[in-house]
């Protein structure tokens, strides 16, 4: 057993030595995606442990095991004997070293799972090697990818390889991209190894392009939703009915919204939440997610932002405030905390820098957060009281 064979002091047996190699090379993935690409060239050379004379003597049972079933071995080619002599016991013919000469010799010695898997690889191969004999590197370092395949998928890989071209998804989405026989979702699921092979193929043009969206000239997936939520029905009509809607970071970028009031509120709960406000829109549920507030159209709206009182809320604000100059910071002062300190708790990992663009009042709170001045270093903005909410926030739209 392998436990046995970590902790033997000498006369290593077969069944030590396959525990081994399992450990060391066959189940070591990066051992033997080296060996197989040659990084790590054989032979795999195992010293067995003689013992000294003193030790063989102690345990002699062991002794006769370790040379007996080192005997009957086979193939012997893979042990080396040497003569030993010792006073006690002359001389005797002992196993020293164990040795696997190639990959060959590596799965016959693992035995017929690693034949098996190892005829797996070479299926799978195949038909991608048809193309170019380069594709061996990448395939190895996706090992465990390649041998997932059935035969067909591999196959469907070599199609899919041909297929694809520089800026052939120019304006598009990757699953709209015009392939034939080949889901596109089979696409994305191997897209690694994909991008691996081609960017063999294709001389390192997919690397030079930023990856393999860029190199295909695919648009990067949505990301960044967000949702928008009309607060008033005027609103609601002009956005053509909808009560809620989800839009992603740069669409809100490049589209300005229907109303004078735009409210940006860090939390989902606390967004679908909202009482109705006139003239105003509702963006919420983005978190750290500001990145679109440098939007042009924001500059001729009046824009406000309510986050969490705590460091990292104040950080978001911050960051709010360096893209848009203007906003106003909504329910993140002393009054909401002093109408609802008993409700803080304790903020699990706190921000230590001062965030920059914050005004005196902010950072004279975000540095009491820090000094312990109030119960606790966190006001989430889901435990203000509804009716609180509602007049801070009516007082804010009535401004206007």
């Known amino acids: 057993m392998l436990a046995k064979s970590s902790v033997r002091e000498w006369g290593l047996l077969p069944a030590d030595v396959k525990a081994l190699v399992l450990k060391r090379e066959w189940k070591n993935d990066a051992s033997l995606k080296a060996r197989l690409l040659n990084c790590k060239p054989f032979p795999i050379r195992i010293g067995l442990k003689p013992p000294a004379g003193r030790s063989a003597m102690a345990d002699m049972t062991h002794f006769q095991k370790f040379i007996a079933e080192w005997k009957a071995y086979s193939p012997q080619k893979n042990v080396q004997w040497e003569s030993r002599n010792y006073r006690a016991l002359a001389e005797q013919r002992l196993p020293i070293f164990f040795t696997l000469e190639n990959m060959s010799g590596l799965l016959e010695f693992i035995g017929p799972e690693a034949l098996a898997r190892s005829e797996q690889w070479t299926k799978n191969m195949t038909p991608l090697l048809s193309i170019s004999e380069a594709f061996y590197p990448p395939l190895v370092k996706h090992l465990s ?3 997932s395949l059935h035969v067909s998928d591999a196959e469907l890989l070599a199609s899919l390889i041909k297929q694809l071209s520089f800026k052939m998804g120019e304006g598009h989405y990757l699953r709209a991209l015009p392939l034939k026989g080949i889901d596109t979702k089979f696409l ?11 960017n063999v193929l294709h001389k390192g043009e997919i690397t030079d392009s ?6 295909l000239g695919c ?15 005027g609103i609601k009509i ?6 809620v809607m989800q839009l992603h970071s740069n669409v809100l970028r490049e589209h300005a919204l229907p109303a004078k009031n735009i409210l940006v509120v860090e939390n989902m709960q606390s967004g679908l939440g909202l009482p109705p406000l006139k003239n105003t829109i509702a963006v919420f549920g983005g978190g750290k997610n500001v990145s ?4 042009h159209w924001l500059k001729s709206k009046r824009v406000a932002y309510w986050g969490d009182i705590d460091s990292w809320g104040f950080a978001i604000l911050s960051d709010v405030r360096s893209k848009l100059s203007s906003v106003k910071a ?6 909401s905390i002093s109408q609802h300190e008993e409700r803080m708790v304790d903020e699990p990992e706190s921000l230590e820098r001062l965030p920059e663009f914050l005004t005196d009042a902010e950072t004279q ?9 109030y119960s606790g270093s966190r006001l989430e903005q889901e435990r203000l009281s509804p009716d609180y909410i509602r007049l801070r926030l009516e007082a804010w739209a009535a401004e206007s």
């Open 145 to 147: 990818t390649l041998e």
């Open 238 to 243: 002009k956005m053509a009915g909808f009560p």
């Open 188 to 198: 994305e699921t191997y897209l690694p190894l994909v991008s691996d092979l081609l």
């Open 292 to 295: 679109w507030m440098d939007a």
């Open 365 to 373: 709170i975000f540095s009491a957060l820090k000094t312990g001045k």
């Open 210 to 215: 930023g990856g393999l969206l860029a190199w």
């Open 219 to 233: 648009l990067e997936n949505p990301k960044g939703w967000l949702t928008v939520r009309p607060l008033c029905d």
């Open 330 to 335: 909504m329910m993140m002062d002393a009054d």
